[in-house]
């Protein structure tokens, strides 16, 4: 089957959503169950009603935990015959809820059968109506004497009373009315032949089904009285005589309502042709929100539906919302001082904010009253306001704290005119500036001199030209600032230019910041390359040779080297990377970091002393006295010697970068040089560990190679051991086969020998013993076979079975085998059953427990108590079987050997030690416990309690 496109997915999702919205906003209790009676979804109205959250409800057993006592057995028989029907529901079954304080709501239910893809039982969907009240006041006049004609007539109901055989009892006037008869003619008629239309109709089977089920049932039906349809409302009740019924009348309801509609779908129409935004609240709901209201608030029809006045906070302005929310309030009080016209801001969904104009009107809707908005979208209009009001500021601002200069000049640049901030830009007055003292061209930076002349001389010569230039200038008190420059020419009549005005504006600061942002991303470009280096490099030199790279193509500097501290007699410094423009530097010089006087030069320094150094001027420092010539013949200016320190705080060597400009290395410079050698560092130990990590790795294969090898080893053991433990299982089984063939020929030639007429009294006893030993010998085997199996750990089938009833089968085992002792089982069991799953071992477990009870009492009437119950350990859920008898009891160290392979023997001297054991075994299989307690707590003489714990399968 194809895939579900993603537009049919968002629309099936957009259904969903729609229907779940609906389901909330209906009167109308929503339920579906699946088959095992658990709650799958439920609707707002459902945990209205209950007084439970949905939560608390969702994966609730519903006939369980919501259906009364009394109503549980009939409420599981119309569910089980609503599964088992062929799809077809069953409609006006009346049911009664448990609320949460304990209150019954009286609900009339239709069920529907809800199959899956395979049309197999998937649940039922449940619809419901709450008749609670009406209930009461149907019951109250069901409850009445049959001769309630006075306060029948005196409602205009149709009310009558039937028979089981549908012959009529009673019926008020509105009903003769209907049936056009005298009353007298009515009483003991056929209802059905009266009203033939309704014979083998819906009615018919609902007046039915609410004798036979007893169940109030109800139907909505239409009637054609002398060619006029009317609706009615039909409800039945069972009563003590039979049948009462009544139908109300709701044609005219039917008739306003469609009338509604009607008029509700014209005013649509209308409204959803508006250009105006159009909605109606009700109850602090919107009920209606047009198509120009939601495009202006930018949200879809299902978004908006059901919107409430507290989800204003998703589009009102946080400034205006109190205002909105207050106003909407005072409407819905029907207050007098509330303002039905304003405007306040928004925030729609794809966050625009726009202003609105509200007018707002109470109208009557759907028989209430309600409040009409009608929207206008003023941003526009409000966004022209802003702006000349804004423009006017912006004029009287310009006019009084003008932050720059504005200016005019002649053709040839020299000014006539200065206004603003000149003195807290320049230093210089107004005066020194016209007087040409100094200069325009004197106080710019010379760099920048020609492109200003070059501007000039283009407002000389091109009309209607303006022009923007950022350039530099000299202040009174020496320091130079950046400015930005805006020139137009002015023309005169015939288009010629004739003197130039502008503005001049102070961006040091932009141009910082300019500046600052450009290092940032720089720095960023270079600790970002050089972190994918760290991730892909296999070897030091690699990684080395690339961060020279990196420095050189995105850090812009001119050479960059890495060397590494050697720790031979010459400390030399080897080179092990570089980029940029080298020219046999390396070669022609030689680096070391020993501390001798000859080699006191910045690379050696920054090694031994484990510290940064810069140099700003190469050609001037005398710390570059021994290559510096060497450094300004390949245009280094300036440099930065950074130590690379390793994790365990050794120098391993040391970065130099070098640059052409003087001063580069400013401190945001060296804190990023070192970031990137820190980065180095990690990565120099990195490779490091990496490589003491392969080598590790190496080693462990070898031991694993080695485990192998052993691992094989055992398993050949392991299989020697299984087959000789399958050998020793086979001569066990042959052993118990061949005594088998022995006793029971015995045992048949010892019954004829006590037959025998002349078999002496004197020897019964005796004869007696020696069956006794016979049939122990049988047991013996049984339990030597079952013994085998359980240690061999035999797989068996295993089912679902009663607990209660193996222990009733168990009991009787026990009480065939001790048919000569009188044995009293006293069993207490609350829950009826308790499922387990189990093989047919478990018998023996249970019948040795109760045995073994029943052999250590030694009192003339054996009395043993047993009980099942529910028990719960480790957030395991169990079934709890315990078996207490009166005997002499087991001393505390003994409860635990009692459990081993014939642990209880010696001390105990009787049976052959292997049953308790055996019975562990099979429990544990089943993976359950077995254990003993004393059956009074802290006297071990009163008795011992044999508790059993096994899983529950549900």
């Not at 809800?114 to 709450?130: I, Q, S, Y």
């Not at 198509?291 to 507290?310: L, P, T, V």
């Not at 420092?621 to 300004?632: F, L, Q, R």
């Not at 013994?787 to 035999?794: F, M």
């Amino acid at each position: 089957m194809a895939k579900r496109s993603k537009a049919q997915e968002d629309k099936l999702g957009l259904g969903k959503r729609q229907i779940q919205e609906y389901l909330n906003a209906s009167d109308c209790i929503f339920v579906i169950l699946s088959p095992e009676e658990r709650v799958e979804a439920v609707n707002d109205k459902v945990a209205e009603l209950l007084g439970h959250t949905k939560e608390q409800i969702l994966g609730k057993n519903w006939i369980d935990h919501f259906v009364p006592e009394h109503q549980k057995d009939v409420i599981r028989k119309h569910f089980r015959l609503t599964i088992s029907s062929e799809g077809k529901g069953i409609a006006g079954c009346e049911g009664r809820l448990l609320t949460k304080d304990g209150k019954e709501k009286i609900i009339v239910w239709q069920n529907i059968l809800v199959r899956n893809a395979e049309g197999l039982p998937a649940g039922v969907m449940c619809l419901g109506t709450d008749i609670t009240d009406e209930k009461i006041a149907r019951d109250t006049f069901e409850d009445m004497d049959l001769d309630f004609s006075k306060m029948g007539d005196s409602i205009q109901d149709c009310l009558l009373a039937l028979d089981p055989d549908f012959k009529i009892l009673y019926m008020n006037g509105p009903a003769i009315d209907r049936l056009g008869a005298q009353s007298k003619n009515l009483i003991g008629q056929y209802f059905f032949d009266l009203m033939p239309m309704l014979k083998d109709t819906i009615v018919e089977k609902t007046f039915g089904n609410t004798i036979a089920s007893g169940v109030s049932q109800r139907v909505r039906y239409d009637l054609d009285f002398s060619g006029d349809t009317l609706s009615f409302d039909i409800i039945a009740y069972p009563a003590s005589y039979g049948l009462s019924v009544i139908a109300l009348d709701i044609s005219e309801q039917e008739r306003i309502e469609k009338a509604l509609k009607e008029s509700e779908e014209k005013f649509k129409v209308i409204s959803e042709q508006s250009m105006l935004g159009i909605a109606i609240f009700q109850d602090g709901v919107a009920k209606y929100i047009n198509k120009a209201a939601r495009d202006i608030i930018e949200y879809d029809f299902e978004e908006m539906y059901q919107f409430s006045w507290k989800d204003l906070h998703k589009i009102i302005h946080p400034d205006d919302l109190s205002f909105v929310t207050e106003q909407l309030l005072k409407k819905q009080d029907g207050s007098e001082d509330v303002v039905t016209n304003y405007t306040f801001r928004i925030i729609t969904k794809n966050n625009r904010k726009k202003w609105l104009e509200l007018y707002s009107k109470t109208i009557p809707y759907l028989g209430r009253t309600a409040d009409l908005v009608t929207l206008i979208d003023i941003s526009e209009r409000k966004k022209f306001e802003d702006a000349l009001l804004e423009s006017e500021e912006k004029y009287r601002v310009f006019i009084k704290n003008f932050p720059g200069i504005a200016f005019k000049t002649q053709l040839d640049g020299s000014p006539t005119m200065l206004r603003g901030a000149l003195g807290a830009m320049l230093g210089y007055s107004e005066e020194e500036i016209l007087s040409g003292n100094p200069s325009w061209s004197e106080i710019v930076y010379p760099d920048d001199l020609e492109n200003l002349e070059s501007d000039i001389a283009r407002l000389k010569s091109e009309a209607d030209c303006t022009l923007e230039r950022e350039y530099r200038i000299r202040r009174k008190d020496g320091e130079f600032i950046w400015v930005s420059s805006i020139i137009r020419n002015i023309l005169d009549k015939d288009g010629t230019p004739i003197m130039n005005q502008g503005m001049t504006f102070d961006i040091t600061d932009k141009k910082k910041v300019d500046e600052s942002l450009r290092i940032i991303n720089r720095a960023l470009r270079i600790i970002s390359e050089f972190n994918e280096v760290m991730v892909r490099a296999k070897s030091l030199k690699e990684l080395a040779e690339k961060l020279c790279n990196i420095l050189v193509m995105t850090g812009g500097y001119r050479f960059v080297w890495i060397g590494l501290a050697r720790r031979d007699e010459e400390k030399a410094i080897r080179p092990i990377a570089y980029s940029g423009i080298e020219d046999n530097f390396l070669s022609d010089l030689h680096f070391s970091w020993s501390d001798s006087s000859e080699w006191n030069e910045p690379v050696s320094m920054a090694i031994r002393e484990g510290k940064t150094i810069v140099i700003n001027e190469l050609s001037r420092d005398p710390i570059c006295s021994s290559w510096g010539d060497e450094a300004a013949r390949r245009g280094y200016e300036s440099a930065v010697i950074i130590p690379v320190i390793a994790a365990n705080g050794k120098i391993r060597g040391a970065l130099s970068v070098f640059s052409d400009k003087l001063n580069a290395f400013d401190s945001e410079e060296v804190d990023l040089l070192s970031d990137v050698c820190e980065d180095l560092s990690f990565g120099l130990s990195s490779l490091r560990a990496q490589g003491e990590r392969l080598k590790a790795e190496r080693e462990l294969r070898k031991h694993v190679l080695e485990l192998s090898r052993m691992n094989e080893e055992l398993n050949r053991v392991a299989k020697e051991a299984s087959l000789a433990r399958g050998e020793a299982a086979t001569y066990l089984d042959l052993l118990c086969h061949d005594i088998a063939n022995y006793t029971t020929p015995v045992s048949a030639y010892l019954e004829m020998i006590r037959n025998h007429p002349d078999f002496p009294d004197s020897l019964s006893k005796s004869a007696l013993k020696v069956f006794d030993s016979l049939n122990m010998i049988e047991t013996l085997i049984s339990r030597l076979r079952m013994l085998t199996i359980a240690n061999q750990g035999t797989e068996s089938e295993m089912v679902r079975a009663d607990l209660v009833e193996a222990l009733n089968r168990a009991m009787d085992s026990v009480r065939a085998e001790y048919e000569n002792r009188e044995i009293e089982f006293e069993l207490v069991c609350p829950i009826g059953s308790a499922t387990i799953e189990a093989d047919n071992r478990i018998n023996y477990a249970l019948e040795s427990v109760l045995g073994n009870a029943v052999k250590h009492d030694p009192n003339d009437v054996v009395s043993i108590e047993v009980g099942i119950g529910e028990y719960q350990e480790q957030s395991r859920d169990y079934w709890k079987l315990t078996v207490a008898d009166h005997g002499v009891g087991i001393s505390d160290e003994m409860k635990e050997r009692v459990f081993r392979r014939f642990g209880g023997y010696w001390e105990l001297k009787r049976g052959f030690g292997i049953g308790l054991f055996l019975s562990k075994i099979i429990v544990e299989y089943h993976h359950g416990k077995i254990f003993l307690e004393n059956r009074i707590s802290g006297d071990h003489t009163k008795g011992t309690k044999a508790v059993i714990l096994l899983p529950k399968k549900t």
